[in-house]
């Protein structure tokens, strides 16, 4: 699941500080083109120039904090170039945008986080394929495993903008410092970790995959990861396409080996109950237990960092941190499991593309960066202008050569199916009903 309503926390003084600096670097933002245009500041913008007085539009999820953010992160490039941004966040994004498109409303860019829906608008023929030079930058500093999700029949239509990391566990530095617990890093010290902490007397393990209409994806994390770390990328990719059932033996082996946590009552829900629980707690919540050391481990994406209240030191030697969710066989790598969005173009003027190229390029992911709460698959970010830990353990896994990326599982299948029946077939299980029954509703659910 990539794209829901995750509050944010509001960001930190310092980012604050960098934001007032960058406006005052880029200047009122009154004229359609700056003064600057020219100088020193604007060097890296020349290969843009010649479309002053222009105007473009992007639609997206991003909205609030994160969407000032994103609008300060091409600030500059507005300003140099005089193109002008007219940007529309919305929480109805994922309804409205098939309407707007199909209405003949388009905008002329959208960041659209499922690549299922990029598929949906290529094959209709609404979607404009990139321009060389964007295809160029986005081939040179985009990992092959992201631009797939972006390509249909063979075009390239999707740039990858942002991104997280779902391939998490949370816990507590402190916590397990004075317990004189070990970050295990194979799945079977995991396993031996959850034995020992459970013998304690404290549930290992926190858990909630409640959210509203979307109820029950938290879950499907789980199984994507799993099914990755027992099958491979090649099964998980067959399992996403539908080229194997849903009810495969191997799929059912991977629910099962989620279930051995997920469902075991020795090991959950600590702070919330016992398994049942899982299904009415809200995931925002379920991992908070961690700080107060009524459970110990929580996996989650690296976007949960927001959910920790104000003061919550998201560090290494702190309240809250993170570790790789480990591999299950050595023999499969080391799998990845995320998501992100992509930008697509309805339109082609010249204007649009000069956009689309930016947002590919260094300039524009190291200028987001620098303003936090943000990290990308893009090689071309500098970890040095990440600040938080969380976020550079996140791009230091996005840029792991020796890792394996697969995007979010539920985001690739029909919608009927990932934000469906795979939704609510997980609340079903964890609730109590057998794996085979489960995965056979799913089966037959999926669109003929």
Known sequence: MAVFTRPRQAFVIAGVLGLALSATACGTGDDKKSSNAGSAECAAYDKYEGHDGKKVSIYASIRDAEADLLERSWSQFTECTGIEIDYEGSGEFEAQLPVRVDGGNAPDIAFVPQPGLVKRFADAGKLKSLGADTKALAEQNMPADWLKYGTVNGTLYGVPLGANVKSFVWYSPKTFKEKGWEVPTTWDQLIALSDKIAASGTKPWCAGVESGDATGWPATDWIEDVVLRTQGPEVYDQWTTHAIPFNDPKIVDAVDRAGSILKNDKYVNGGFGGVKSITTTAFQEAGLPVTTGKCAMHRQASFYANQFPEGTKVAEDGDAFA?????????????????????????????????????????????????????????????????????????????????????????????????????????????????????????SSWPK
């Open 323 to 443: 570790f790789y969710f480990p591999a299950i066989d050595p023999a499969k790598g080391k799998p990845v499991l995320g998501a992100g969005e992509f930008v697509v173009g309805y339109a082609d003027r010249p204007e649009v593309q000069a956009v689309q190229t930016y947002l590919v390029s260094a300039e524009y992911v190291n200028s987001r960066a620098k303003l936090g709460n943000w990290v990308t698959a893009n090689n071309k970010l500098d970890i040095a202008n990440v600040a938080s830990p969380i976020d550079k353990l996140s791009v230091q896994i996005l840029q792991d050569k020796t890792g394996t990326f697969r995007f979010d599982g539920s985001d690739l299948m029909p919608a009927a199916v990932g934000a469906g029946t795979f939704w609510k077939g997980m609340v079903e299980w964890l609730n109590g009903k057998a794996t085979a029954p489960v995965l056979q509703g799913i089966e």
